[in-house]
């Protein structure tokens, strides 16, 4: 395991994993194969864009960690 976190958004999650773990190039190549850790719902783009970004920041990132144990 990478211990690398992949912090995004998007409305398809099933397709957005097969993306990356298959087809992916840049970043998401290089530390295959991901898995999802957290997921979070939310009712408009803008609500999930506004947490992506807050998920980026050093704060956020320590939220996911604690929420998933650490990883």
């Known amino acids: 395991m ?3 976190l992949y912090i995004g958004q998007t409305s398809d999650i099933d397709k957005r994993i097969l993306e990356h773990n298959e087809f992916g ?3 998401t190549s290089k530390f295959r194969p991901w898995k999802f850790v ?3 719902n939310f009712s408009s ?3 999930a864009m506004a947490r992506e ?3 980026k920041t050093g704060v956020g ?3 996911v960690k604690n929420k998933i ?3």
């Open 38 to 40: 957290y997921l979070e």
């Open 25 to 27: 190039n840049g970043y």
């Open 53 to 55: 970004e807050y998920f």
């Open 69 to 71: 144990g650490g990883a």
């Open 2 to 4: 990478n211990n690398k």
């Open 61 to 63: 990132r320590e939220f």
């Open 45 to 47: 783009r803008k609500e």
